[in-house]
């Protein structure tokens, strides 16, 4: 997986970090297993993932946080401590890079399904007008109205993803741009930091 560098779209300052701690047993279990990647380009083991995910989500996104993996004392001797932090930010910058060309995706979708709409729209309109020359009125009336409903049911979706579909992505894309750029220390299992 190639990485670009992350680009930082959030300014939390030096504010005092909140804290995200993981307790393991091996850093083995940060990372999923399958993953054949050098270190520093591994992903991280999903439930890892998403309980990091979550626990940045909690705060607002102007607030630092930090994540602080507690070790057993063996575990901290292992070269692939040094790369941490840069395999944590790679991931999270690549799932940032990743929800953002899904966002894209989305909003492409959301013009094409517009466009259709729009078309489809027009063309019940233009149905519709001419349902006004139909001899018996009954019939003629619920043709039109079956027309007009049918073209702006037709415009649902591209409606659904410009107003409420690319909030979420955005917001995802959001907090794994700061989990990018987020301080990452190790520290033994008896070492308990100052709270914030």
């Not at 047993?25 to 399958?34: A, D, E, G, I, K």
């Not at 626990?55 to 292992?78: C, F, K, M, N």
């Not at 799932?95 to 019940?124: D, K």
């Amino acid at each position: 997986m190639s990485i670009p560098e992350p680009t930082p779209s959030i300014d939390v300052g030096d504010a005092p970090r909140r804290r995200i701690e993981v307790r393991l047993s091996n850093l083995r279990q940060l990372f999923n297993s399958l993953d054949p990647s050098p270190f520093h380009e591994k992903d991280l083991d999903r439930d890892a993932e998403t309980y990091i995910f979550e626990s940045a989500d909690e705060h607002p996104l102007t607030e630092a946080i930090e994540l602080v993996v507690h070790l057993p004392a063996d575990q901290l001797a292992l070269p692939e401590i040094a790369n941490l932090e840069a395999a944590v930010r790679n991931y999270f910058a690549y799932r940032a890079q990743e929800t953002r060309r899904r966002m894209r995706f989305q909003l492409r979708e959301g013009r094409s399904a517009l466009a259709i709409g729009l078309a489809f729209l027009v063309l019940c309109m233009t149905l519709r007008q001419l349902a006004l020359v139909l001899p018996g009125d009954a019939l003629a009336r619920i043709l039109q109205e079956g027309l007009l409903i049918l073209g702006w049911v037709a415009m649902w979706r591209p409606l659904q993803i410009f107003l409420y579909d690319w909030w979420p992505i955005r917001h995802q894309a959001r907090v794994y741009g700061k989990l990018a750029l987020m301080p990452v220390a190790a520290r033994p299992y008896n070492e308990r930091p100052d709270s914030n």
